[in-house]
């Protein structure tokens, strides 16, 4: 198994460009979630989905849009980059919050100039 | 409110100390998990251990030990014999079973061990 994947691992972006972070599991996993993580303030929560078809939002959702067309895709869409989104973001799996720990992806660094 | 708080920002010990990381949380549901990741220099998020909430025992792998205290609600992590390779951020996390869809993360607790 691939686990958790994330493509790209490095983005430059220019401020008001728009871009999809990708993000793929092959465990069958219902549970998929976006986070990001800035200094000393850990991981935030962006958006997360229970299945295929149902998304929300999580603590800091502005500006980030997601969709889940298949239980095993997870992408994350910049609509419009901002400095403020300059980040290091995890996409991670799980069966469930009630079902045990979640699996990271290696992480996709961007830097919005 | 923070549902998991790690107080401690920055650790620094010397090689071979001991240290604890602390982990408060905050739940009103019976059945919940609570977890803890490692983060080292590279970047990516490794997961070291679970707990339901049911379960309270202790528990030891290795060098590491987590002590598990419901009546205080807390979930500390204690590395015994610190090495370099144990520098990192660690994390502290909580789901609930019942009533909600989220995992929640502390801040983390950076750790340096020195030579």
């Known amino acids: 198994n691939a686990g958790v994947t994330q493509t790209p691992k490095f983005q430059v972006l220019k401020t008001g460009q728009s871009m999809t972070l990708q993000c793929a599991q092959d465990m069958n996993h219902e549970y998929m979630s976006w986070y990001r993580q800035d200094p000393g303030m850990g991981l935030r929560l962006i958006h997360y989905s229970v299945g295929a078809g149902i998304t929300d939002q999580g603590e800091v959702p502005n500006g980030y849009n997601v969709s889940r067309s298949t239980t095993e895709d997870f992408p994350l869409r910049l609509l419009s980059a901002a400095p403020s989104q300059t980040s290091v973001y995890f996409c991670a799996s799980s069966y469930g919050p009630g079902f045990g720990e979640q699996y990271f992806g290696p992480g996709t660094r961007l830097t919005v100039t | 409110a923070q549902k998991v708080t790690q107080a401690q920002t920055e650790i620094s010990v010397v090689e071979k100390e001991d240290v604890t990381l602390d982990c408060v949380y905050e739940t009103r549901d019976t059945t919940y998990y609570l977890f803890w990741y490692k983060q080292p220099p590279s970047g990516e998020l490794v997961f070291l251990i679970r707990?339901?909430?049911?379960?309270?025992q202790n528990e030891i792998s290795g060098r590491y030990s987590w002590n598990f205290q419901k009546s205080t609600s807390s979930f500390n992590f204690t590395i015994t014999a610190s090495q370099v390779v144990d520098s990192a951020v660690y994390f502290c996390?909580?789901?609930?079973?019942?009533?909600?869809?989220?995992?929640?993360f502390g801040t983390g607790t950076s750790l340096t061990v020195i030579p």
């Open positions: 996390a909580l789901s609930e079973a019942q009533s909600g869809n989220q995992f929640y």
């Open positions: 707990r339901n909430s049911f379960d309270e």
